[in-house]
Each structure stands twice: as structure tokens, then as C-alpha cells.
């Protein structure tokens, strides 16, 4: 399913709740925003060091808070209703979940900023080289965060590894489909630094149900070529042969586990 089918499917997600939706992105706002604008100007007043462990801690007020979007934005994909006080049950249970999956997100976005500001100063080849290759991998882990939220919730797998090494799968099998849809959520948040208003009720949200309608779209299609698959394998197989049981290692994707 295309990037752009899949943004259709969650803009009108947000319109079928629009307004618990923007009531939930603005506690998610006030819980979250104030750590992360605080580190955002120490990094452009020039105190990079404050501004990483500013970072780090504010991943205990923004983790959680990703996890009670998240249990939102399902609700909402599955065309369930939900109050908003399910916000806050992302500081329940999955919270320390939360904490360890964006705590590690933080710490390697942390170490990649560190690295394209010492080989971007660097005035060779190699410098440039590297610093190219290290934006490419910050694109690459931008689009992690379309999938880590929502496959926390989905798996009943739910370890740290589990929850990382799933979310790989899922990019690096459909590259032009998270690419895309990284893209598209760069634009609307570049937009929503300019129209504020848009960052207030819509955005964060917005990219919740977003997040969840594209990694749901993501195993579905998985599975769907699975299935089809191992229709052609029995297909091909001999009569009366018994039909092939498929292995793998513990764990390993089908994203659902």
C-alpha cells in the first residue's frame, strides 16, 4: 500500500476524532515540549553538552507520553472510541517500556548529531563523505519512529530487542514506503514550526495515527505475501505430500510476536 494511500487513511483517521485527538496532542504538548524546547535552545545558544543531557532526561516526560498517544492511536485505526484519559495510561504500564525504547532512539540520535558536527568540520573527502553518510543515517533513524510507538503496543513479543530489531525489519523491507512517508512528515512538521497552531492541536497526533495506520499497513502486507507464498509452495508441492511447516529463529519477524 502506497505512502500516500496510507496518508489519506490517517488524515481521515484525525477527522473521525478530530477533536479527542487534538485534545490529546495538546496534553501531549504540555507534558513533552518543555524539556525538548528546553534542550533545543541550549543546543542553539551553544551548550551542546547541557542540551544532550537536557535530551536524555526529557525522554522521561515524552516516552510515556509517545506510549499514551500510541494506546490512542490504535483505538483509533481500529475504528474503536477512547477517552481521553487513555492519554495517560502510557505512564502506566508501558512507561518504563517507553523509557528504554526512546531512551536508546535519544542516545544514538545523540551520537549521530555528535558525529556530523566533528567530520562536517573537517575540510577533505573523508569529512565529506562521512558527514553525507551519517545524514543518510539520520534519515534512516527519523523513520524509526514510524514504527518502534506502535510496534511496543501490537507485539505481545515485547522486548527492547524485539521492538528494534522488528522496526528494522519493517523499514529496510519497505525503503520506499518509509523513505516517502518520512519525507511527508518532515514537510508537515517543517509547516507546523511556521503555522504553530498546527503543532498545537494536530501534529503530534496526526503523526501517532499516522505511525500506527503505516505500520499496520506494513505487517498486512507482510503477511499477505506470506500467505501467498505458502499457497505457491503447496501448490507446487507433490500430492499427498504433508505441507511444509515453515521455522524460524525465536522472534524473528513476523512483527506480530
Known sequence: MGAFRTFWQAGRDLFDELFGLMFANLLWLLISMPLLGLAFFLFAAGSPLAAGVVALLSVLLFAPANAGLTLIAQRVVEGRTFEWRLFFEGFRE??????????LWMIGLLLILVNLGFYGQLANGIGAFL????????????SLLIYLGPLSIIQTDRRVRTVWRNALILALSRPFFTLLTTFLMGIIATLSIWIPLLLILLTAAFFAVWGFRATTNVIAEAEERR????EKRAAAAPSGAPPAQEKGRGGQVRPRD
Open 94 to 103: 508501558p512507561r518504563v517500556l517507553s523509557w528504554q525504547i526512546y531512551g
Open 131 to 142: 558527514t553525507v553518510l551519517f545524514l543518510y543515517i539520520l534519515v534512516i533513524w527519523f
Open 227 to 230: 500467505r501467498a507464498l505458502e
